[in-house]
């Protein structure tokens, strides 16, 4: 069994439809995964969330397999969407100046992977 954080800074949905399947697939296959939303990512928490959105299949099953870990405190006030990704009930990250430090999960053990 791995360990793997995916760090995700693009806020393409067809960058992001890969975080979801990977996460996902790594998962079903027993790994430990969690998705840090950060940069441009954190503004498609709203989008994510909505019904008609192409994703929000794939997102609602990371999210009831609790795989995402929160998205950047500093990155979603910055971009105006803090309120939004409190509402949708997720952790605002903040252990590096603002940020999620990569560190800590390095420390847990996990591999680390930015898209």
């Known amino acids: 069994m791995r360990k793997v954080a995916m760090f995700v800074f693009n806020g ?15 998962h ?3 790994d430990t995964v969690q998705i ?4 441009e990512s954190t503004q498609l928490v709203a989008e994510l969330s909505k019904p008609d ?4 299949g794939l997102w609602q099953k990371a999210c009831a397999q609790n795989l995402v870990a ?6 979603a006030q ?3 969407v803090k309120q939004g990704i409190e ?4 952790a605002l990250l903040d252990d590096m100046n603002g940020h999620p430090g990569m560190a800590a999960f390095r420390d847990d ?3 680390i992977i930015t898209f």
């Open 12 to 26: 393409s949905p067809m960058c992001f439809v890969h975080v979801l399947l990977n996460a996902l697939d790594m």
């Open 28 to 30: 079903d296959r027993g």
């Open 36 to 39: 840090v939303m950060e940069g």
């Open 53 to 56: 959105n192409w994703l929000n």
């Open 70 to 75: 929160g998205a950047c405190k500093a990155c």
């Open 78 to 80: 910055k971009l105006g």
């Open 87 to 90: 509402d949708q009930g997720f």
């Open 109 to 111: 053990g996990f591999e």
